[in-house]
């Protein structure tokens, strides 16, 4: 009795423990969300949180001082003398009220009480410039004006669907192949060659960028889907290889010396046992690889470059906001539309992921 | 023995990949100076590139006395293309294309304009990686200045008409696009825009209303922010904020009090870094900014906010109402990002930040955007040849946001009169001179400039400290 209530408290803990970790990480994308509602104007003025009701000082009346007032002289609000600096901040009156400049040119003074209230405005506009495509004022040569329609995500979207899905499988084809010839084949300086895998990790992408670029350049591959698939394949590789090597390795060996017996050729093995037992984690290095070609920037800014017929989301969003960034505001719709398809992969593929933890462990 | 394989094997696979980083760290170094000196001579770069075009056919085209531009718009070079890449994107992109559609349909020329905001970075990589852009267009003269050293950059001068670039702008543009190439001064571009800093913005309703009028001396400037401060507001709207370029907008104001403190020729020194910032000339300049951005009553939000606030976002206190601030002080494209119902001339206007010092005159700070050639073919010759007219932007013009600095561009074409007033101060001014940030080597102009205003403003050093740390750069 006493053992199985300490058990259901130290679950409550561990419940609580983590609903407050999520909680932590939820609140920077909700606020962003909310941000993404809210005016350009309003973002300036005020935080995301007082759209929730909170307690604020509201105005309740406005004192009108003479307009001759020296604001660097103490100065007389209801009897008493208070400094620039305090109604500036505002201060604290004795009958408990707030006194807080309104407008100091007017020298109008702001009476208010403590009370609640919360913010309501919001609009849909940064999504509508964001999906839409901005207007363009023009002028033309002959001086007629002319509004121009900007491009919306939705190509910038398609090509870096286009980028990410071939990104994405390419490498891990490959890799899963790899992993198998590893951690089951022998052949001459497989030790080596996998600890050469191993330590491509360590090497930092950033390296391996003008060579890559001057073969491509040679190869006329520079601006291409197909260029940027090998890249990212590429530098994906290392990872996701010794990433499904740990895990092939650990399959039983028995099940494939059965296999064996009975005729199965490598290939047969590779397709009919491996792949089937794999799942779970070609799934979960499948949303890592994803992840990060989706949110790119680097590779594609050095690989495919900004044309509009090749440019991927990331480096859409981030022309969007301007040359001198004057449209920072568009940002959070942008960035909340580009999640949507990490979003989508990550909720498709995660029923393979918990299904493969569950399945090794409920077995044991 | 199975421990020793082991650790033979982590070496000799170490050893590989060690090799695979030297190799391909190398092969960089190896190549650069084999492409540096092919683009100095006009044919094997054109052979580097994918076009069919023949490469003999520029020759005759000179010596027959008709320009690459004749020919373009004679319809040779249909059916060619022009690639390009710059830093600006997005609505300037839109007025860039509207402006060469014409050029492009009667030459059939295509122009691929690339913007991309990592422009700085971008344009190294493609450069060291062999697919360098046809033009690029470079904000910052100083990044230009280091691909012009290192002889990747086609001397425009080879092919152009010296009397008629003389014609069309002043001369100050054409000594700013001579640089130091590696076999003597070339002209590494030709200046396609331009922008006026040295201005004062002010919501003009509002101040008209107040009864205050625009100075036109240093001290006049100073009564005014005094005035205001009186009334009960701050005067200036300062923002230096600006992510890791924080602090640019503070050198600019110093260039700006440099040019009205001092003749032009200190300027160029310290541009060239043989005055140092350490000099009293250059602490001088510095005091004379920090009278206005040290006084918290002359600053919307005080001393303090100035580096707290986004460049961008610190004018739009000008236009609540009442203004919460008065003087904003900043080059001709802030208007991007006033609020969009305000209208130019009326709700805003600006005037010319005042001289200091009457014998070094009327100076006007600017900054521009020069197209620098990395690729010799006709077709890329016509297209140069067609941005060094006023033609080139005019649509660009009319629909706001540019300045040429070509003098045949018409002051007709700025639709407003803001912008027009804007060219006519850079024509008439008695000094002209570019945004000296820009010139300096990054690790100066982009780097201990920007930090060491940042850190002066934020009151982490004192006066003597910053200009020493900004000092330091040099080095």
């Given at each position: 009795m006493r053992r199985r209530k300490g058990r259901a408290r130290s679950k409550t803990v561990v419940n609580v423990v983590l609903a407050f970790i999520c909680l932590i990480w939820l609140i920077p994308t909700f606020g962003l969300f909310v941000s993404s509602f809210r005016p350009a104007t309003e973002i300036l003025k005020t935080g995301w949180w007082t759209v929730f009701p909170h307690k604020e000082n509201v105005t309740k009346d406005t004192i009108q001082l003479p307009k001759e007032t020296d604001l660097r002289q103490p100065i007389e609000v209801k009897g008493k003398a208070y400094s620039d600096a305090e109604l500036k901040s505002g201060v604290k009156a004795s009958d408990g009220s707030f006194l807080i400049w309104e407008n100091r040119r007017g020298r109008t003074i702001n009476v208010q009480q403590s009370g609640w209230t919360m913010n309501t405005s919001f609009t849909t506009e940064n999504y509508k410039g964001v999906l839409t495509g901005k207007q363009y004022q023009i002028t033309d040569t002959d001086g007629s004006v002319k509004t121009k329609k900007g491009s919306g995500l939705s190509r910038a979207f398609l090509n870096t669907v286009t980028v990410s899905i071939p990104a994405t499988i390419i490498p891990i084809l490959i890799a899963t192949f790899a992993a198998y010839a590893f951690a089951w084949l022998k052949f001459p300086l497989r030790k080596t060659m996998f600890v050469i895998v191993i330590m491509l990790l360590v090497v930092p992408l950033q390296v391996a960028m003008i060579p890559v670029l001057r073969d491509y350049t040679a190869l006329g591959l520079n601006g291409t889907f197909l260029g940027v698939w090998i890249a990212h394949a590429g530098f994906g590789l290392p990872l996701a290889t010794y990433f499904m090597y740990s895990y092939i390795s650990q399959l039983p060996k028995d099940l494939f010396e059965s296999a064996f017996m009975d005729g199965a050729?490598?290939?047969?093995?590779?397709?009919?046992?491996?792949?089937?037992?794999?799942?779970?984690?070609?799934?979960?290095?499948?949303?890592?690889?994803?992840?990060?070609?989706?949110?790119?920037?680097?590779?594609?800014?050095v690989f495919i470059g900004n044309q509009p017929g090749v440019q991927v989301l990331s480096m859409k969003i981030a022309d969007m906001v301007g040359t001198r960034g004057n449209d920072w505001h568009l940002l959070t719709a942008a960035a909340f539309v580009s999640m949507l398809m990490p979003l989508a992969v990550f909720f498709g593929l995660q029923k393979y992921f918990v299904r493969g933890l569950l399945g090794g462990s409920v077995k044991g | 023995m199975k421990p020793f394989k082991k650790t033979s094997t982590v070496i000799t696979a170490f050893i590989l990949v060690f090799a695979i980083v030297l190799a391909a760290c190398g092969n960089n170094n190896e190549n650069t100076p084999a492409s540096a000196s092919s683009s100095n001579e006009p044919s094997p770069s054109v052979a580097a590139s994918t076009e069919p075009s023949p490469s003999a056919s520029s020759e005759p085209a000179e010596s027959s006395g008709a320009t690459a531009l004749d020919d373009a718009l004679a319809g040779k070079y249909k059916g060619t293309k022009v690639s390009m890449f710059g830093p600006f994107t997005d609505v300037d992109q839109v007025k860039f294309e509207e402006a060469i559609k014409?050029?492009?349909?009667?030459?059939?020329?295509?122009?691929?304009?690339?913007?991309?905001?990592?422009?700085?970075?971008?344009?190294?990589?493609?450069?060291?990686?062999?697919?360098?852009?046809?033009?690029?267009?470079?904000?910052?003269?100083?990044?230009?200045?280091?691909?012009?050293?290192?002889?990747?950059?086609?001397?425009?001068?080879?092919?152009?008409?010296?009397?008629?670039?003389?014609?069309?702008?002043?001369?100050?543009?054409?000594?700013?696009?001579?640089?130091d190439?590696?076999?003597?001064?070339?002209?590494?571009?030709?200046?396609?825009?331009?922008?006026?800093?040295?201005?004062?913005?002010?919501?003009?309703?509002?101040?008209?209303?107040?009864?205050?009028?625009?100075?036109?001396?240093?001290?006049?400037?100073?009564?005014?922010?005094?005035?205001?401060?009186?009334?009960?507001?701050?005067?200036?709207?300062?923002?230096?904020?600006?992510?890791?370029?924080?602090?640019?907008?503070?050198?600019?104001?110093?260039?700006?009090?440099?040019?009205?403190?001092?003749?032009?020729?200190?300027?160029?020194?310290?541009?060239?870094?043989?005055?140092?910032?350490?000099?009293?000339?250059?602490?001088?300049?510095?005091?004379?900014?920090?009278d206005i951005w040290l006084n918290k009553d002359y600053v919307y939000g005080g001393t303090k906010s100035i580096v707290t606030t986004a460049f961008g976002d610190a004018p739009k206190v000008m236009f609540d109402n009442p203004p919460k601030a008065w003087l904003h002080r900043q080059a001709s494209f802030i208007t991007s990002f006033f609020p969009q119902n305000l209208k130019s001339g009326e709700d805003y206007d600006w005037f010319y930040l005042p001289p200091i010092d009457p014998q070094y005159g009327n100076p006007v700070l600017v900054a521009g955007d020069i197209y620098a050639m990395f690729n010799d073919r006709p077709?890329?010759?016509?297209?140069?040849?067609?941005?060094?007219?006023?033609?080139?932007?005019?649509?660009?013009?009319?629909?706001?946001?540019?300045?040429?600095?070509?003098?045949?561009?018409?002051?007709?074409?700025y639709t407003s009169d803001v912008e027009r007033r804007m060219a006519e101060l850079a024509q008439k001014a008695t000094t002209l001179r570019f945004d000296g940030s820009d010139l300096m080597p990054g690790a100066v102009g982009a780097g201990t400039f920007w930090k060491g205003m940042t850190d002066y403003v934020s009151g982490t050093v004192d006066l003597d400290g910053a200009l020493k740390e900004i000092q330091a750069g040099w080095k």
């Amino acid at each position: 009795m006493r053992r199985r209530k300490g058990r259901a408290r130290s679950k409550t803990v561990v419940n609580v423990v983590l609903a407050f970790i999520c909680l932590i990480w939820l609140i920077p994308t909700f606020g962003l969300f909310v941000s993404s509602f809210r005016p350009a104007t309003e973002i300036l003025k005020t935080g995301w949180w007082t759209v929730f009701p909170h307690k604020e000082n509201v105005t309740k009346d406005t004192i009108q001082l003479p307009k001759e007032t020296d604001l660097r002289q103490p100065i007389e609000v209801k009897g008493k003398a208070y400094s620039d600096a305090e109604l500036k901040s505002g201060v604290k009156a004795s009958d408990g009220s707030f006194l807080i400049w309104e407008n100091r040119r007017g020298r109008t003074i702001n009476v208010q009480q403590s009370g609640w209230t919360m913010n309501t405005s919001f609009t849909t506009e940064n999504y509508k410039g964001v999906l839409t495509g901005k207007q363009y004022q023009i002028t033309d040569t002959d001086g007629s004006v002319k509004t121009k329609k900007g491009s919306g995500l939705s190509r910038a979207f398609l090509n870096t669907v286009t980028v990410s899905i071939p990104a994405t499988i390419i490498p891990i084809l490959i890799a899963t192949f790899a992993a198998y010839a590893f951690a089951w084949l022998k052949f001459p300086l497989r030790k080596t060659m996998f600890v050469i895998v191993i330590m491509l990790l360590v090497v930092p992408l950033q390296v391996a960028m003008i060579p890559v670029l001057r073969d491509y350049t040679a190869l006329g591959l520079n601006g291409t889907f197909l260029g940027v698939w090998i890249a990212h394949a590429g530098f994906g590789l290392p990872l996701a290889t010794y990433f499904m090597y740990s895990y092939i390795s650990q399959l039983p060996k028995d099940l494939f010396e059965s296999a064996f017996m009975d005729g199965a050729s490598n290939f047969t093995i590779f397709t009919k046992l491996i792949l089937p037992l794999a799942v779970p984690s070609i799934a979960s290095i499948s949303i890592f690889q994803f992840l990060w070609v989706w949110n790119d920037y680097l590779v594609s800014l050095v690989f495919i470059g900004n044309q509009p017929g090749v440019q991927v989301l990331s480096m859409k969003i981030a022309d969007m906001v301007g040359t001198r960034g004057n449209d920072w505001h568009l940002l959070t719709a942008a960035a909340f539309v580009s999640m949507l398809m990490p979003l989508a992969v990550f909720f498709g593929l995660q029923k393979y992921f918990v299904r493969g933890l569950l399945g090794g462990s409920v077995k044991g | 023995m199975k421990p020793f394989k082991k650790t033979s094997t982590v070496i000799t696979a170490f050893i590989l990949v060690f090799a695979i980083v030297l190799a391909a760290c190398g092969n960089n170094n190896e190549n650069t100076p084999a492409s540096a000196s092919s683009s100095n001579e006009p044919s094997p770069s054109v052979a580097a590139s994918t076009e069919p075009s023949p490469s003999a056919s520029s020759e005759p085209a000179e010596s027959s006395g008709a320009t690459a531009l004749d020919d373009a718009l004679a319809g040779k070079y249909k059916g060619t293309k022009v690639s390009m890449f710059g830093p600006f994107t997005d609505v300037d992109q839109v007025k860039f294309e509207e402006a060469i559609k014409a050029f492009e349909d009667t030459t059939g020329i295509d122009i691929q304009y690339e913007g991309s905001k990592e422009f700085e970075a971008t344009i190294s990589i493609r450069v060291d990686g062999g697919s360098a852009p046809d033009i690029a267009d470079f904000p910052q003269p100083g990044l230009l200045n280091t691909f012009v050293k290192s002889g990747k950059v086609i001397d425009v001068a080879s092919f152009m008409d010296a009397e008629k670039l003389k014609a069309n702008y002043n001369q100050s543009w054409l000594d700013m696009a001579t640089m130091d190439g590696p076999n003597g001064k070339l002209m590494a571009g030709i200046w396609a825009r331009s922008s006026v800093k040295s201005l004062v913005w002010y919501p003009k309703k509002a101040f008209a209303e107040a009864g205050y009028t625009v100075p036109q001396t240093w001290d006049e400037l100073l009564a005014l922010t005094e005035q205001i401060a009186k009334d009960g507001d701050p005067a200036w709207a300062i923002g230096i904020e600006s992510g890791a370029a924080t602090g640019w907008a503070a050198t600019d104001w110093i260039e700006d009090i440099m040019l009205r403190t001092t003749s032009p020729e200190n300027y160029d020194k310290w541009v060239k870094g043989e005055l140092p910032f350490t000099d009293d000339i250059v602490k001088n300049a510095v005091k004379k900014m920090s009278d206005i951005w040290l006084n918290k009553d002359y600053v919307y939000g005080g001393t303090k906010s100035i580096v707290t606030t986004a460049f961008g976002d610190a004018p739009k206190v000008m236009f609540d109402n009442p203004p919460k601030a008065w003087l904003h002080r900043q080059a001709s494209f802030i208007t991007s990002f006033f609020p969009q119902n305000l209208k130019s001339g009326e709700d805003y206007d600006w005037f010319y930040l005042p001289p200091i010092d009457p014998q070094y005159g009327n100076p006007v700070l600017v900054a521009g955007d020069i197209y620098a050639m990395f690729n010799d073919r006709p077709e890329v010759r016509a297209v140069m040849e067609f941005f060094t007219t006023g033609e080139s932007i005019k649509t660009w013009i009319q629909s706001g946001g540019v300045i040429a600095p070509m003098n045949d561009a018409k002051p007709e074409w700025y639709t407003s009169d803001v912008e027009r007033r804007m060219a006519e101060l850079a024509q008439k001014a008695t000094t002209l001179r570019f945004d000296g940030s820009d010139l300096m080597p990054g690790a100066v102009g982009a780097g201990t400039f920007w930090k060491g205003m940042t850190d002066y403003v934020s009151g982490t050093v004192d006066l003597d400290g910053a200009l020493k740390e900004i000092q330091a750069g040099w080095k």
